[in-house]
């Protein structure tokens, strides 16, 4: 069974960090793509970031430079380091995973994949940055 479970969320005041961290299990890196989305209120889910079973990145443009993502293949581990937060970047952020397969593109590479379309997703983390 798969499982992803995130933590190292909380309140940061504007210009601070946080790092999150997704401890997955019952699969391997090595057959999936992983990613980060979040969800603001009254906001659909976005994707943030995702790193590709070779080790590639993504980042959304309004991240970028900000936020880092990181796999650890032995500890079965993904990482979100979040820098320079703001206010903007408040959400719930979620930890995904897509089996890689022929019959449709992952996260990785089809950015427009719903959350609902995922084929895994943690319960989530909440970001609170402050002003």
């Known amino acids: 069974e798969v499982q992803l479970v995130e933590s190292g969320g909380g309140s940061v005041q504007a210009g601070g960090s946080l790092r999150l961290s997704c401890t997955a299990s019952?699969?391997?890196?090595?057959?999936?793509?992983m990613g980060w989305y979040r969800q603001a209120p009254g906001n659909e889910c976005e994707l943030v970031s995702s790193?590709?079973?070779?080790?590639?990145?993504y980042y959304a443009d309004s991240v970028k430079g900000r936020f880092t993502i990181s796999q650890d293949n032995a500890k079965n581990m993904v990482y979100l380091q979040m820098n320079s937060l703001k206010p903007e970047d408040t959400a719930v952020y979620y930890c995904?995973?897509?089996?890689?397969?022929?019959?449709?593109?992952?996260?990785?590479?089809?950015?427009?994949?719903?959350?609902?379309?995922?084929?895994?997703w943690g319960q989530g983390t909440l970001v609170t940055v402050s002003s």
């Open positions: 995904a995973q897509d089996l890689l397969t022929a019959e449709r593109a992952t996260m990785f590479d089809d950015r427009t994949r719903s959350c609902d379309a995922l084929d895994a």
């Open positions: 019952g699969f391997t890196f090595d057959d999936s793509d």
């Open positions: 790193i590709s079973s070779d080790g590639r990145t």
